[in-house]
Protein backbone atom coordinates (compact mmCIF):
# COMPACT_ATOMS: atom_id res chain seq x y z
CA UNK A 1 0.00 0.00 0.00
CA UNK A 2 1.32 3.73 -0.97
CA UNK A 3 0.58 6.47 1.37
CA UNK A 4 1.32 9.97 0.97
CA UNK A 5 1.01 12.58 3.70
CA UNK A 6 0.46 16.14 3.37
CA UNK A 7 1.22 18.49 6.10
CA UNK A 8 3.47 21.52 6.96
CA UNK A 9 4.61 19.68 10.18
CA UNK A 10 6.38 16.21 8.20
CA UNK A 11 8.25 15.50 11.87
CA UNK A 12 4.84 14.73 13.17
CA UNK A 13 5.68 11.52 11.32
CA UNK A 14 8.55 10.23 12.76
CA UNK A 15 6.83 7.57 14.65
CA UNK A 16 5.91 5.96 11.29
CA UNK A 17 9.85 4.94 10.88
CA UNK A 18 9.48 2.46 13.79
CA UNK A 19 7.72 -0.71 15.09
CA UNK A 20 5.03 -2.23 13.17
CA UNK A 21 4.61 0.05 10.69
CA UNK A 22 8.22 1.09 10.27
CA UNK A 23 9.06 -2.38 9.68
CA UNK A 24 6.34 -2.76 7.39
CA UNK A 25 7.97 0.08 5.54
CA UNK A 26 11.57 -1.38 5.46
CA UNK A 27 10.02 -5.06 4.03
CA UNK A 28 8.03 -2.83 0.99
CA UNK A 29 4.54 -3.73 2.35
CA UNK A 30 4.18 -0.27 3.11
CA UNK A 31 5.13 2.74 1.33
CA UNK A 32 4.70 6.30 2.62
CA UNK A 33 5.74 9.41 1.00
CA UNK A 34 5.42 12.44 4.13
CA UNK A 35 5.87 15.77 2.09
CA UNK A 36 6.36 19.56 3.04
CA UNK A 37 3.59 21.72 2.02
CA UNK A 38 5.01 24.57 1.83
CA UNK A 39 7.23 23.19 -0.67
CA UNK A 40 4.21 24.16 -2.86
CA UNK A 41 4.35 27.85 -1.78
CA UNK A 42 5.61 30.30 -4.05
CA UNK A 43 6.05 33.38 -1.83
CA UNK A 44 9.09 34.20 0.45
CA UNK A 45 7.56 33.60 3.58
CA UNK A 46 6.06 30.45 2.02
CA UNK A 47 2.57 31.15 3.30
CA UNK A 48 0.24 28.74 3.37
CA UNK A 49 -2.54 30.24 4.87
CA UNK A 50 -4.76 33.52 5.60
CA UNK A 51 -7.85 35.37 7.12
CA UNK A 52 -11.32 33.69 6.86
CA UNK A 53 -14.03 35.40 4.10
CA UNK A 54 -16.59 36.78 6.08
CA UNK A 55 -14.61 36.83 9.40
CA UNK A 56 -14.54 35.12 12.23
CA UNK A 57 -11.51 34.12 14.43
CA UNK A 58 -7.88 32.09 12.72
CA UNK A 59 -6.92 31.36 9.70
CA UNK A 60 -7.83 29.28 6.55
CA UNK A 61 -5.36 27.20 4.77
CA UNK A 62 -4.93 28.52 0.87
CA UNK A 63 -6.53 26.46 -1.38
CA UNK A 64 -3.58 27.15 -4.70
CA UNK A 65 -0.86 25.57 -2.28
CA UNK A 66 -2.95 22.49 -1.34
CA UNK A 67 -3.80 22.26 -5.17
CA UNK A 68 -0.50 22.38 -6.55
CA UNK A 69 0.48 20.08 -3.59
CA UNK A 70 -2.23 17.37 -4.48
CA UNK A 71 -1.87 17.83 -8.63
CA UNK A 72 2.32 16.94 -8.38
CA UNK A 73 1.03 13.99 -5.44
CA UNK A 74 -1.04 11.80 -7.69
CA UNK A 75 0.24 13.13 -11.25
CA UNK A 76 -1.01 13.45 -14.41
CA UNK A 77 -4.68 12.07 -15.00
CA UNK A 78 -4.68 8.70 -16.13
CA UNK A 79 -1.33 7.53 -15.24
CA UNK A 80 -2.23 5.77 -12.37
CA UNK A 81 -5.49 4.74 -10.99
CA UNK A 82 -6.08 7.74 -8.44
CA UNK A 83 -5.21 7.70 -4.36
CA UNK A 84 -8.50 7.89 -2.13
CA UNK A 85 -7.99 11.24 -0.38
CA UNK A 86 -8.48 11.73 3.31
CA UNK A 87 -9.14 15.13 5.09
CA UNK A 88 -8.96 15.06 8.99
CA UNK A 89 -10.91 17.19 10.09
CA UNK A 90 -13.64 17.46 13.64
CA UNK A 91 -16.33 17.95 11.05
CA UNK A 92 -15.59 14.50 9.19
CA UNK A 93 -17.38 11.31 9.52
CA UNK A 94 -16.46 9.21 12.32
CA UNK A 95 -12.97 6.62 12.24
CA UNK A 96 -13.84 3.67 12.65
CA UNK A 97 -12.63 -0.26 12.77
CA UNK A 98 -15.30 -0.73 9.69
CA UNK A 99 -13.46 2.79 7.85
CA UNK A 100 -10.14 1.28 9.19
CA UNK A 101 -10.87 -2.20 7.20
CA UNK A 102 -12.30 -0.57 4.25
CA UNK A 103 -8.82 1.51 3.76
CA UNK A 104 -6.83 -1.47 4.17
CA UNK A 105 -7.91 -2.54 0.65
CA UNK A 106 -6.99 0.45 -0.48
CA UNK A 107 -3.76 0.20 -2.76
CA UNK A 108 -3.67 4.00 -2.17
CA UNK A 109 -4.43 6.94 0.32
CA UNK A 110 -3.12 10.22 0.30
CA UNK A 111 -3.94 12.27 3.52
CA UNK A 112 -4.09 15.82 3.61
CA UNK A 113 -3.55 17.23 7.34
CA UNK A 114 -5.06 20.56 7.59
CA UNK A 115 -3.71 23.19 10.89
CA UNK A 116 -5.55 26.85 11.57
CA UNK A 117 -8.98 26.82 11.02
CA UNK A 118 -8.80 24.31 8.00
CA UNK A 119 -8.30 23.84 4.13
CA UNK A 120 -10.67 26.25 1.71
CA UNK A 121 -13.44 23.94 1.48
CA UNK A 122 -13.00 24.25 -2.88
CA UNK A 123 -9.99 21.97 -2.25
CA UNK A 124 -12.54 19.33 -1.01
CA UNK A 125 -14.93 20.54 -3.90
CA UNK A 126 -12.35 19.90 -6.70
CA UNK A 127 -10.75 16.95 -5.84
CA UNK A 128 -14.15 15.49 -5.35
CA UNK A 129 -15.01 15.39 -8.41
CA UNK A 130 -11.57 13.29 -9.32
CA UNK A 131 -11.26 11.02 -6.70
CA UNK A 132 -13.20 9.60 -3.12
CA UNK A 133 -12.67 12.02 -0.64
CA UNK A 134 -13.82 11.37 2.53
CA UNK A 135 -13.97 14.37 5.52
CA UNK A 136 -13.15 11.99 8.92
CA UNK A 137 -12.76 12.56 12.54
CA UNK A 138 -11.17 10.21 14.72
CA UNK A 139 -13.05 11.82 17.93
CA UNK A 140 -15.01 14.39 19.81
CA UNK A 141 -12.53 16.62 20.84
CA UNK A 142 -10.08 19.03 19.22
CA UNK A 143 -6.60 18.79 18.20
CA UNK A 144 -4.39 21.48 16.87
CA UNK A 145 -4.25 19.76 13.78
CA UNK A 146 -4.68 17.17 11.25
CA UNK A 147 -1.69 15.51 12.02
CA UNK A 148 -1.81 13.09 15.12
CA UNK A 149 -5.18 11.98 13.39
CA UNK A 150 -3.32 10.83 10.57
CA UNK A 151 -0.47 8.98 12.50
CA UNK A 152 -3.79 6.94 14.70
CA UNK A 153 -5.28 6.50 10.95
CA UNK A 154 -1.76 5.22 9.34
CA UNK A 155 -1.66 2.50 12.72
CA UNK A 156 -4.94 1.47 12.45
CA UNK A 157 -5.38 0.30 9.02
CA UNK A 158 -1.26 -0.46 8.82
CA UNK A 159 -1.53 -3.16 11.48
CA UNK A 160 -4.80 -4.82 9.07
CA UNK A 161 -2.28 -4.89 5.80
CA UNK A 162 -1.64 -9.03 5.37
CA UNK A 163 1.90 -9.64 7.30
CA UNK A 164 1.89 -6.52 9.22
CA UNK A 165 0.82 -7.94 12.56
CA UNK A 166 1.89 -11.59 12.45
CA UNK A 167 -0.79 -14.17 11.10
CA UNK A 168 -0.85 -15.50 14.89
CA UNK A 169 -2.32 -12.14 16.04
CA UNK A 170 -4.42 -11.31 13.29
CA UNK A 171 -6.49 -14.13 13.43
CA UNK A 172 -7.29 -13.99 16.79
CA UNK A 173 -8.74 -10.47 16.40
CA UNK A 174 -11.90 -9.29 14.79
CA UNK A 175 -12.22 -12.13 12.80
CA UNK A 176 -11.96 -15.04 14.78
CA UNK A 177 -13.63 -13.79 17.71
CA UNK A 178 -17.69 -14.75 17.74
CA UNK A 179 -19.67 -12.46 16.91
CA UNK A 180 -21.83 -11.33 19.74
CA UNK A 181 -17.90 -10.17 21.63
CA UNK A 182 -17.68 -7.82 19.01
CA UNK A 183 -20.16 -5.10 20.77
CA UNK A 184 -18.71 -5.88 23.62
CA UNK A 185 -15.20 -4.35 25.31
CA UNK A 186 -13.05 -6.38 26.22
CA UNK A 187 -12.20 -7.68 29.94
CA UNK A 188 -9.32 -7.20 32.36
CA UNK A 189 -6.21 -9.70 31.19
CA UNK A 190 -3.25 -11.23 34.01
CA UNK A 191 -0.01 -12.65 33.68
CA UNK A 192 2.50 -14.15 36.05
CA UNK A 193 2.82 -13.96 39.04
CA UNK A 194 -0.23 -15.17 40.44
CA UNK A 195 -0.07 -12.77 43.55
CA UNK A 196 1.39 -9.09 42.98
CA UNK A 197 1.72 -6.39 45.65
CA UNK A 198 -1.18 -8.62 47.46
CA UNK A 199 -3.28 -8.63 44.29
CA UNK A 200 -4.46 -11.99 43.51
CA UNK A 201 -4.87 -13.29 39.81
CA UNK A 202 -8.79 -14.29 39.72
CA UNK A 203 -8.24 -18.42 41.03
CA UNK A 204 -10.57 -19.11 37.89
CA UNK A 205 -7.98 -18.40 35.26
CA UNK A 206 -5.81 -20.42 36.79
CA UNK A 207 -8.36 -23.55 37.40
CA UNK A 208 -7.42 -24.71 33.79
CA UNK A 209 -11.57 -25.07 33.54
CA UNK A 210 -11.68 -23.89 29.91
CA UNK A 211 -15.34 -23.44 29.82
CA UNK A 212 -15.36 -21.72 33.56
CA UNK A 213 -12.58 -19.34 31.85
CA UNK A 214 -14.57 -18.04 28.96
CA UNK A 215 -17.60 -17.46 30.86
CA UNK A 216 -16.11 -15.59 33.44
CA UNK A 217 -14.25 -13.42 30.69
CA UNK A 218 -17.60 -12.71 28.77
CA UNK A 219 -19.24 -11.64 32.31
CA UNK A 220 -16.26 -9.65 32.91
CA UNK A 221 -16.38 -8.39 29.33
CA UNK A 222 -20.24 -7.46 29.88
CA UNK A 223 -19.51 -5.79 33.62
CA UNK A 224 -17.09 -3.46 31.95
CA UNK A 225 -18.79 -2.78 28.71
CA UNK A 226 -22.09 -1.54 30.93
CA UNK A 227 -19.97 0.38 32.86
CA UNK A 228 -17.27 2.14 30.44
CA UNK A 229 -19.73 2.01 27.15
CA UNK A 230 -23.50 2.55 28.03
CA UNK A 231 -24.20 3.08 24.99
CA UNK A 232 -22.73 -0.38 23.37
CA UNK A 233 -24.40 -2.11 26.64
CA UNK A 234 -27.69 -0.90 24.98
CA UNK A 235 -26.90 -1.91 21.56
CA UNK A 236 -26.51 -5.23 21.99
CA UNK A 237 -28.44 -7.68 19.74
CA UNK A 238 -30.98 -10.08 22.06
CA UNK A 239 -30.06 -12.74 19.89
CA UNK A 240 -26.14 -12.66 20.87
CA UNK A 241 -27.20 -12.67 24.66
CA UNK A 242 -27.80 -16.06 26.80
CA UNK A 243 -29.65 -16.66 29.69
CA UNK A 244 -26.82 -16.15 31.84
CA UNK A 245 -25.90 -12.69 29.94
CA UNK A 246 -29.57 -11.34 30.54
CA UNK A 247 -29.28 -12.21 34.52
CA UNK A 248 -26.12 -10.44 34.40
CA UNK A 249 -27.33 -7.35 32.58
CA UNK A 250 -30.30 -7.18 35.25
CA UNK A 251 -28.20 -7.90 38.40
CA UNK A 252 -26.42 -4.46 37.08
CA UNK A 253 -29.39 -3.13 37.03
CA UNK A 254 -29.39 -2.29 33.12
CA UNK A 255 -32.88 -3.02 31.71
CA UNK A 256 -32.99 -4.27 27.80
CA UNK A 257 -35.94 -3.31 25.91
CA UNK A 258 -39.29 -4.64 26.82
CA UNK A 259 -39.76 -6.84 23.86
CA UNK A 260 -36.77 -8.42 24.29
CA UNK A 261 -37.33 -9.13 27.97
CA UNK A 262 -39.79 -12.26 27.00
CA UNK A 263 -37.08 -14.14 25.50
O1 LIG B 1 -9.32 18.85 15.74
C1 LIG B 1 -8.79 18.65 14.51
C2 LIG B 1 -8.09 19.69 13.89
C3 LIG B 1 -7.57 19.48 12.63
C4 LIG B 1 -7.72 18.27 11.99
C5 LIG B 1 -8.41 17.22 12.61
C6 LIG B 1 -8.94 17.40 13.88
C7 LIG B 1 -9.69 16.29 14.49
O2 LIG B 1 -9.85 15.10 13.88
N1 LIG B 1 -10.58 14.30 14.65
C8 LIG B 1 -10.88 14.94 15.78
C9 LIG B 1 -10.33 16.22 15.70
Known sequence: MRLDIISIFPEYFAPLDVSLIGKARERGTLDVRVHQLRDWAHDVHKTVDDTPYGGGPGMVMKPEVWGEAIDTVIGAPGEAPPPRMIVPTPSGRPFTQELAQELAGEPWLLFACGRYEGIDSRVMAEYSARLRVDEVSIGDYVLAGGEVAVLVMVEAVGRLLPGVLGNAQSAVDDSFAPGSMRNLVEGPVYTKPPVWRGHEVPAVLLSGHHGNVARWRRDEAIRRTVRNRP?????????????????????????????????
Open 231 to 263: ELAAALDPETLDKHDRKLLEELSFRLQPEDMAN
